[in-house]
């Protein structure tokens, strides 16, 4: 019940996961290695008023993700989770790629458009 009393979703460790992550990471999602379920950082259960931070699974309570802050630094394990995955940043990767796709298009229509003409 105490438990219970202090859990939280995972949102509420954005702040702190945001310090050490440059990805929106309650989107992530995390393999918990107790029961196989796989959901994201922000669905599962959080306990903050620890020392540091714990996730635990919303399903079987492994503990996924334990973090912790000490003497200016950040510690992380994944005690009880098989992986994290996240999206690859939408903006600096999959842009590039677009804009050379675009680039490429328009110009061979340009090119051809006169020759056609006459
Ligand atoms: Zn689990």
Redesign the pocket.
Known sequence: MEGEALRLDGNAIAGTLGEVFVHEMTAARIA??????VEPVGAEHAYVQAPGIVL???????A?LVMTRTDGRHRISFP?SHWLEMDEPGDSRIEPRTTALNRSGPTPNLDVAPDQSF
Not at 32 to 37: A, D, I, Q, S, Y
Not at 56 to 62: E, G, M, V
């Open positions: 918990c290695k107790g029961c196989g379920n635990r699974c919303r399903n079987c309570d492994a996924l009880q």
